[in-house]
């Protein structure tokens, strides 16, 4: 079974503070992502990469930055964490449409994080 | 971009009853893929049942359906003989066929299932 795990799943920051939120997959995906969900939101894509060291802005791309130096990994960061970032992130991952099951994303369990 | 359109922010169903959750798209594509996951309370999302375009047949499974109108942009999930673990936040999602990674989210619909 594909696995996505994530670093956290509750984190108590406070603004300014630089945060760190870590993805893991264990299938060999290409595709990695983060969401930001939120009640009556849905799912907002930040960021997604579609192979190591490349990465495309989703949506909502601002106070944000993604790393992945690693075909497995995926990092989110806020610079200069602040209150309105206080949110559920999900990361999820896929393989590339037209590889066998490349049509569905796999995510992670989430992490619940709170800006003071 | 594609947007997906859940027009139901809570529904409810009582136990061993069938519910029907609504979604629409809008996309001027004629290949593409069609998702229902379950978000149960604090738990992680999953994959329900999903649709490719190109089938004309709707997609099953168990007790899980799909009402696929490609022509009215439309994608309704029918939950049979609802059991309370069917409790959760069910997302409709899109991915384009052609090119791009990118899905696109509904917004969701609370289900409540009671006893």
């Known amino acids: 079974d594909v696995k996505v795990t994530q670093s956290s799943r509750y984190l108590v920051k406070r603004t300014g503070e630089k945060v760190f939120l870590e993805c893991v997959q264990d299938?060999?995906?290409?595709?990695m992502f983060w969401y930001r969900q939120d009640p009556g939101l849905g799912l907002r894509l930040i960021y997604f990469?579609?192979?190591?060291?490349?990465?495309e802005k989703g949506d909502i791309p601002e106070g944000y930055s993604v790393s992945r130096e690693k075909k497995e990994r995926f990092s989110l960061i806020l610079e200069s964490a602040s209150t309105n970032q206080t949110s559920m992130y999900l990361c999820?991952?896929?393989?590339?449409?037209?590889?066998?099951?490349?049509?569905?994303?796999?995510f992670g369990p989430g992490t619940r994080l709170t800006v003071l | 971009a594609q947007t997906v359109t859940q027009s139901q922010p809570e529904m409810s169903v009582q136990e061993a009853e069938t519910v029907t959750l609504s979604c629409t798209y809008d996309?001027?594509?004629?290949?593409?893929?069609l998702f229902w996951y379950k978000q149960p309370p604090s738990r992680q999302m999953i994959l329900v049942i999903r649709?490719?375009?190109?089938?004309?047949q709707n997609a099953t499974e168990n007790r899980f359906s799909v009402n696929f109108q490609k022509a009215a942009k439309s994608f309704s999930l029918k939950i049979s003989d609802s059991q309370l673990g069917d409790a959760a936040m069910y997302f409709c999602?899109?991915?384009?066929?052609?090119?791009?990674?990118?899905?696109?989210f509904g917004t969701g619909t609370s289900l409540t299932v009671i006893p």
């Open positions: 649709q490719e375009a190109y089938k004309q």
């Open positions: 999820a991952s896929s393989l590339p449409l037209g590889l066998a099951g490349g049509n569905e994303q796999f």
């Open positions: 299938m060999d995906h290409e595709n």
């Open positions: 999602a899109y991915r384009s066929g052609g090119a791009g990674n990118q899905f696109y």
């Open positions: 996309t001027s594509e004629s290949d593409y893929y």
């Open positions: 990469s579609y192979d190591v060291k490349m990465k």
